[in-house]
């Protein structure tokens, strides 16, 4: 079946200008994860959805980030006013529940580029 | 919070020959599962193989296989018979059963397969 799907996949956008990533995870996947990865850098955790449950947003750097999932599908990372430091390849990433064992499946990424 | 480490940001190894990848991890959980994950230039992480803590066995998977020393905190990870396919990015996560939803991910490791 169908993988996690992101778009776009690459993102030029200017300094202070909002930008839209969106996440398609695999159907029936109730958690769906958003990271940050930075060049050379591992992955930091953003934003975590479960179910209908409230977001874990503990990873957000700012409140210029935000994100939401609608319908318990789709979800989109927006960061409002972007600054040079939010260049990043961005993850999304889904699994079947919230348990320990269970493997994310993540998409292949946006990279955002912030001039 | 808990945190994982990866001391070997890039590594060779001679097609055909083995190659072991470290990573270390801090916790004060005594159940806990911990994930290789491989990103090629592609950007799509895959999962590699993946250990559950209270399993002493370690786990296999193909040519690649995990040493996980509890005490010691260590899971580190050895591909046998390397192909020039396993060039990429290698990243050590760990996700706890305490620790609410998040995984918490290594700086990777790069290998390169030299022919």
């Known amino acids: 079946g169908a993988g996690v799907s992101q778009s776009p996949s690459n993102k030029v956008t200017e300094k202070g200008k909002d930008v839209e990533l969106r996440c398609d995870p695999i159907s029936g996947h109730t958690a769906l994860y958003w990271y940050r990865q930075s060049l050379g850098q591992g992955l930091e955790f953003l934003i975590y959805?479960?179910?209908?449950?409230?977001?874990?947003k503990s990873g957000l750097p700012s409140d210029r980030f935000s994100a939401e999932r609608t319908g318990g599908s789709v979800s989109t990372l927006t960061i409002q006013r972007t600054q040079q430091e939010d260049s990043a390849v961005y993850l999304c990433a889904s699994s079947l529940g919230q348990g320990s064992y269970n493997e994310q499946f993540f998409g292949p990424g946006t990279r955002l580029t912030v001039l | 919070a808990q945190t994982v480490t990866q001391s070997q940001p890039e590594m060779s190894v001679q097609e055909a020959e083995t190659v072991t990848l470290s990573c270390t991890y801090d916790t004060s959980e005594s159940d806990y599962y911990l994930f290789w994950y491989k990103q090629p230039p592609s950007r799509q992480m895959i999962l590699v193989i993946r250990q559950e803590a209270y399993k002493q066995q370690n786990a296999t998977e193909n040519r690649f296989s995990v040493n996980f020393q509890k005490a010691a905190k260590s899971f580190s990870l050895k591909i046998s018979d390397s192909q020039l396919g396993d060039a990429a990015m290698y990243f050590c996560a760990y996700r706890g059963s305490n620790t609410g939803n998040q995984f918490y991910f290594g700086t990777g490791t790069s290998l390169t397969v030299i022919p």
């Open positions: 959805f479960q179910g209908n449950s409230a977001p874990d």
